[in-house]
Each structure stands twice: as C-alpha cells, then as structure tokens.
C-alpha cells in the first residue's frame, strides 16, 4: 500500500509539521496501527478508509503517535485531506468520521485547506506547583482545555520567553493528559501573526510538536477574547515553525493551512 510523509501547515518542504498518510480499505487491528506509527516515528500517522456512501461522513481517520492513539489531530487531518485531493482521490468538502465527531475540511482554490474542528472549553485552572521549574518559565495563567484536547495551555510573559523555553519533559509529564501549550501575545504583529505557541507533549511520546492544530481550538479561542477578533493568525514558534490561521466561530474553530507532500513510497509490511 501507498504511504506518504506530508509537510502540514506550511507551503514549503521541511517546514511545519510532518505527518504519515496511508489510505486503507479498512482498519486492521490496532496493533499494526500502532507499529506502522512507530516506525513512521512522526508526531501523527493517519489511517484513513472509505464509508460507504449516503452516509453522515465520507473516510473513517484514525491518528496515532509513535506511542499511544490520540482523540483529536488537526495537522495530521489537514495532511489526509492533502493527500486525498492532490491525488484525486476524493473531490470537495471531506468529512470525517473520527473519534472527536465528523470533522470536515475544506478545500480553496489557492491550494489551502480549512479544517472546521471543535472549539476547546477553557476552564480556569491553577498553576501547578513546580510548573515553573519544569517549563522553565513562570505562567501568568492557567487553563484546562478540556477532553479533546487535554492540555493545559499556559500564558507566558511575552514571545521571547516563548522561544527561548528549554524544558525538562520529564517533569512536564507529571501536569496533563497530553501536554502543555505555551503562549504569549506576537511582540510585532505586522510580521503577520497574532500569538505565538510552543506545544510539548511528553505523554504520547512528543517532546515538542512542530505545529498543532488541536492546540488551536484552545488557543482561537483565548486570543480572539483577548484580542477582540474572530480571526487570527497563530505561529508555533517551533524549530521547523509553521503557521495556523483560526476563525472562531462559537462552538467551532476553523483552522487554515496548506500542505506540502516529501516523499511517497510503498509499505512492505
């Protein structure tokens, strides 16, 4: 079977985030899931296969790490929808069957692609007692995003702070289901970005993932409050860095991005 490492949420290779791609008839058996993730070793693979038609969604989408199933990814959907238009192999809006409900992408003209997911709740929380020495950095605040996502996004002082973050994964462990979500306000917005993240999610066996569009259904949601607009742009501020445009829209968040395929072979196992 075809598989495919996709560049998500970046117009250019070796950017954004990678993801593994395979277009099945059917799900195996989660074991093999899982195996095919580890060897890809990327943040996400997707396995996605055809519903029969008439139906509430056209592909089942299944995500995994390298360790463990995930309920939501947003960079590996965006490179599934990729993958299905530049190849013909579907056309339009796709909707997809997934754990996190029918999520939907869809296509422009210009080559990107909107992904309308869930919006993250935001629940007020407290600073974990030696967050700080674990981050690296002390929060101003602190939220729980709820079960889709299941970070705690973290506000940080400002974007340099963001950056310069070197944590001990480890101990960052100890304070979500999945990870952290590091924010701050973009020092000079004329860059062309509103906000800026790093996401660390040592859980599911990612120290530090390159762009997360799940994260953003939290992060639209923070900012376009504290920002007053519906539509942003964020930037994971991340080595190989990628950005995400978000549009709130209620209980839903639309993310935009493109998507670049590397490399295409065949599965042997």
């Given at each position: ?45 997707a396995f996605a296969h055809p519903l029969p038609e008439g139906g509430g969604a056209d592909w089942a989408l299944r995500w995994f790490t390298p360790a463990a199933e995930v309920a939501m990814c947003g960079h590996a959907t965006l490179a599934t929808a990729h993958v299905l238009h530049s190849t013909g192999t579907h056309e339009g809006r796709v ?175």
């Open positions: 079977m075809r598989i495919r490492i996709v560049d998500a949420f970046t117009d250019r290779p070796f950017a954004g985030n990678p993801a593994g791609v395979l277009l099945l008839d059917a799900f195996p058996d989660d074991d093999w899931l899982q195996n095919v993730a580890m060897e890809v070793n990327h943040a996400e693979t909707r997809f069957a997934t754990r996190s409900g029918v999520l939907v992408a869809e296509p422009h003209e210009d080559g990107s692609i909107t992904l309308d997911f869930p919006t993250a709740p935001l629940t007020p929380a407290d600073i974990p007692e030696g967050i700080a020495d674990a981050l690296g950095a002390e929060p101003g605040a602190a939220f729980d995003t709820g079960p889709n996502v299941g970070d705690l996004l973290l506000e940080l002082a400002d974007e340099k702070t963001v950056r310069a973050l070197r944590p001990d994964h480890k101990a960052l462990g100890a304070h979500s289901a999945r990870g952290i979500i590091a924010t701050a306000r973009a020092e000079d917005p004329s860059r062309g970005y509103d906000y800026v993240s790093r996401c660390f999610f040592p859980n599911v066996g990612i120290d530090e993932d390159p762009v997360t569009g799940s994260a953003h259904t939290a992060l639209a949601p923070y900012w376009s409050e504290r920002l007053g607009r519906p539509d942003l742009t964020g930037l994971q501020a991340s080595p190989r860095s990628g950005r995400v445009r978000t549009e709130l829209r209620g209980d839903r968040t639309l993310l935009t991005g493109r998507a670049v395929t590397v490399i295409e072979g065949e599965l042997l196992a």
